[in-house]
C-alpha cells in the first residue's frame, strides 16, 4: 500500500511487521518498531509508476507469527541462512554500492543452504538526479545504515511456505563476444574482449551497443544481468548497478525489439499470482516506461537491484505465501 507518513507511523505504533521503501526524509521521521525499510522515491503503485518523496511503500506481512531483525555485514551477512527460521522468508536489503552488497552479490552462492531458505529483497537506491546515498533501517532499533545490510526474518505458519517468481526479458546472446574483467569492480575502464584489452566505454561506443542491454554472465548455472548505470566518454568509465567479477565470462543480452512491450508481455503470461511483496528495477522503471503504468498484480520499491536468494540485475522479483 502506498500511504502517508502519518498511516505509515500508525500501523507501525499498532505493531504491525512491515516492510517499508520510502525516501530518507521520511524513513527518519518514523518511531522504532516491527519494521525494515530502504531509501528510494521510485516506485510502482497500483495506480502506476510514480516518483514521490511524501509517500510510503508499505507491505504489512501479516502471516508471519514471529519475526526478528538481524544487521549484517561483509563478515557476518553468510549468517543469514543460520539466523533463518526453520518455516520462514527473510527479506534483505542492502544499500547500493555498499561492501556488503558487493560480496554478496559474488558470494551467495556460496552461502551454506542458500536455495533451501527463501531469502527476497532489494538494493535500496536514490534520486538520480541528486547524488545521494542508499541506507537501510532497523526499525527495533531504531538505526539506520549506509553500510550494512538489515534482514527481516518471517517464521510462518506449519501450513505455509514462501514461493518466488524471477521476471527477466533477457538471455545472453552466445553469438556476441566475450567479455572478461581483470579485477571486481562497479566502475571499469579496461576489459578483454575475446582475450584483447580493450577499453570499455570507447568499445561500446565505437559498436554503437545499446546499454539498455545488461551484461549476462552465468553465476553457478544461474543466468545474472549485471546492468549498466553510465558511460563516461570524457573518464573513460563504465559503471554498472552490481558488481562485474573477474574470472567470469560476460556476453552482452539479446536485443529486443520493444523493451516496454517485451515487458508488458511477460507479465501477461503470470496469471494467479498473489504476491506479498514485489519488487522491479530503476532500468525496467525507465526503459520499460513505467511512469505512469501499472503492472497488475505487482506493486513496490523500483530498485537498484533485486535479490532472489542471489542479487539480480533488471528483473521484477516477487514472493508468495502459499498453503503446503
Same mark, same amino acid.
Given at each position: 500500500?502506498?500511504?502517508?507518513? *502519518?498511516?505509515?507511523?500508525?500501523?507501525?505504533?499498532?505493531?504491525? &511487521?512491515?516492510?517499508?521503501?520510502?525516501?530518507?526524509?521520511?524513513?527518519?521521521?518514523?518511531?522504532?518498531?516491527?519494521?525494515?525499510?530502504?531509501?528510494?522515491?521510485?516506485?510502482?503503485?497500483?495506480?502506476?509508476?510514480?516518483?514521490?518523496?511524501?509517500?510510503?511503500? @508499505?507491505? =504489512?506481512?501479516?502471516?508471519?507469527?514471529?519475526?526478528?531483525?538481524?544487521?549484517?555485514?561483509?563478515?557476518?551477512?553468510?549468517?543469514?541462512?543460520?539466523?533463518?527460521?526453520?518455516?520462514?522468508?527473510?527479506?534483505?536489503?542492502?544499500?547500493?554500492?555498499?561492501?556488503?552488497?558487493?560480496?554478496?552479490?559474488?558470494?551467495?552462492?556460496?552461502?551454506?543452504?542458500?536455495?533451501?531458505?527463501?531469502? &527476497?529483497?532489494?538494493?535500496?537506491?536514490?534520486?538520480?538526479?541528486?547524488?545521494?546515498?542508499?541506507?537501510?533501517?532497523?526499525?527495533?532499533?531504531?538505526?539506520? %545504515?549506509? /553500510?550494512?545490510?538489515?534482514?527481516?526474518?518471517?517464521?510462518?505458519?506449519?501450513?505455509?511456505?514462501?514461493?518466488?517468481?524471477?521476471?527477466?526479458?533477457?538471455?545472453?546472446?552466445?553469438?556476441?563476444?566475450?567479455?572478461?574483467?581483470?579485477? /571486481?569492480?562497479?566502475?571499469?575502464?579496461?576489459?578483454?574482449?575475446?582475450?584483447?584489452?580493450?577499453?570499455?566505454? *570507447?568499445?561500446?561506443? *565505437?559498436?554503437?551497443?545499446?546499454?539498455?542491454?545488461?551484461? @549476462?554472465? *552465468? %553465476?553457478?548455472?544461474?543466468?545474472?544481468? @549485471?546492468?549498466?548505470?553510465?558511460?563516461? =566518454?570524457?573518464?573513460?568509465?563504465?559503471?554498472?548497478?552490481?558488481?562485474?567479477?573477474?574470472?567470469?565470462?560476460?556476453?552482452?543480452?539479446?536485443?529486443?525489439?520493444?523493451?516496454?512491450?517485451?515487458?508488458?508481455?511477460?507479465?501477461?503470461?503470470?496469471?494467479?499470482?498473489?504476491?506479498?511483496?514485489?519488487?522491479?528495477?530503476?532500468?525496467?522503471?525507465?526503459?520499460?516506461?513505467? /511512469?505512469?503504468?501499472?503492472?497488475?498484480?505487482?506493486?513496490?520499491?523500483?530498485?537498484?537491484?533485486?535479490?532472489? %536468494?542471489?542479487?539480480?540485475?533488471?528483473?521484477?522479483? %516477487?514472493?508468495?505465501?502459499?498453503?503446503?
Amino acid at each position: 500500500m502506498f500511504v502517508n507518513l *502519518d498511516e505509515t507511523t500508525k500501523l507501525i505504533l499498532e505493531g504491525k &511487521i512491515l516492510h517499508i521503501a520510502a525516501d530518507e526524509s521520511l524513513l527518519k521521521q518514523l518511531p522504532k518498531g516491527n519494521w525494515v525499510a530502504g531509501t528510494t522515491p521510485y516506485f510502482i503503485t497500483e495506480q502506476g509508476g510514480i516518483t514521490s518523496k511524501d509517500r510510503l511503500f @508499505v507491505n =504489512e506481512i501479516s502471516c508471519a507469527v514471529d519475526f526478528k531483525t538481524v544487521v549484517y555485514d561483509k563478515n557476518s551477512i553468510f549468517n543469514i541462512t543460520k539466523d533463518a527460521y526453520p518455516n520462514g522468508l527473510a527479506f534483505l536489503i542492502m544499500p547500493y554500492a555498499s561492501d556488503v552488497a558487493a560480496f554478496y552479490a559474488k558470494e551467495a552462492p556460496n552461502i551454506s543452504d542458500l536455495f533451501m531458505n527463501p531469502i &527476497i529483497g532489494w538494493i535500496s537506491g536514490f534520486d538520480l538526479s541528486t547524488g545521494s546515498f542508499a541506507r537501510v533501517y532497523d526499525g527495533v532499533n531504531g538505526l539506520s %545504515y549506509g /553500510d550494512k545490510a538489515v534482514a527481516l526474518h518471517i517464521c510462518l505458519p506449519d501450513d505455509k511456505i514462501a514461493s518466488f517468481g524471477i521476471v527477466n526479458i533477457f538471455n545472453a546472446n552466445e553469438n556476441d563476444i566475450k567479455i572478461e574483467f581483470t579485477e /571486481d569492480a562497479l566502475s571499469v575502464k579496461n576489459c578483454l574482449v575475446n582475450g584483447k584489452e580493450v577499453v570499455l566505454s *570507447d568499445y561500446i561506443s *565505437d559498436n554503437k551497443i545499446d546499454t539498455q542491454l545488461p551484461l @549476462v554472465a *552465468d %553465476y553457478n548455472s544461474v543466468p545474472v544481468n @549485471v546492468s549498466i548505470k553510465s558511460v563516461s =566518454e570524457e573518464n573513460k568509465t563504465v559503471e554498472f548497478y552490481a558488481p562485474v567479477f573477474a574470472g567470469k565470462e560476460y556476453r552482452f543480452a539479446c536485443p529486443v525489439s520493444n523493451y516496454a512491450a517485451s515487458f508488458k508481455e511477460k507479465l501477461q503470461g503470470i496469471k494467479n499470482v498473489n504476491p506479498i511483496f514485489s519488487c522491479n528495477c530503476i532500468l525496467n522503471y525507465l526503459y520499460g516506461e513505467l /511512469d505512469g503504468k501499472a503492472t497488475p498484480p505487482f506493486a513496490g520499491p523500483v530498485t537498484f537491484g533485486e535479490v532472489a %536468494y542471489q542479487l539480480l540485475n533488471q528483473t521484477l522479483v %516477487y514472493a508468495e505465501i502459499i498453503s503446503r
